[in-house]
């Protein structure tokens, strides 16, 4: 008759002795359950821990019914997915891939200014020869030096709402005074076909707001905008 053991120490394991015939010996059978991670993806992360880009790899546990230690079966996933860093193998929640990695906060002047351009020139006269090359410029100026006529373009054909929820998404990665002087840019673009429209103004306040700016700081950066231009 067979006799079913656990190990000690290893509550997730069994061990099965089996008689083979009645003159020979037991044979041990090892089984039970084992955690199997799996990686279902990679990329760079800012790890809190390193204090620095690193490579990740987002994980996911799944049971296995196992014998003699060797994962067989799988059966149902186990725990959430989670964040676990190459260099220091910290686990984190996902929540932490939402912080920029230093690359992409070097980006990030570039990115809003190239949205930012994009929101003030169609408000305007989108087909304006000297706010056309104003922006493609000022996107250059701040990082972009691919940015080209084909790029706004493409910038002009995204809904405005879409782009909206970019620029808030990425300013906040941003000090005032960097997202002051987007606006500010923004606003030379508008000046470039002449003084300022209703319509250019309103987006010119949108901008600011989604930049995460005050009233306050938007007219000042407007007035400011305007005796640098004489308009």
Known sequence: MASVRKRRGCSDRLSLRWPTSAT??????????????????????HCPDCGGDREYRRRQ?????????????????????????STCKG???MGVLEAPTTAQLASMPALLMRLAAAQVLRSGDVTHPGAREHAVAVVRRAGDHAFDPAALDYDLSRPF????VEIANAAGALAPEARENILGAAAEIAFADGPLSASEEE??????????????????VLTLARQSTGR
């Open 61 to 85: 546990g799944r049971n296995f019914f196992s014998l003699f230690f060797i994962p067989v079966i799988p059966l149902n996933k186990t725990g959430g997915e989670f964040v676990q860093c």
């Open 91 to 93: 686990r984190w929640n």
């Open 203 to 220: 987006t010119l306040a949108v901008i600011g707001a989604d930049l995460g700016l005050t009233r306050v700081q938007v007219t000042g």
């Open 24 to 45: 020979e010996g037991h044979v041990l059978i090892i089984f039970g359950l084992q955690v199997v991670y799996f990686t279902l993806s990679k990329g760079v992360f």
């Open 161 to 164: 709402d879409q782009i909206r």
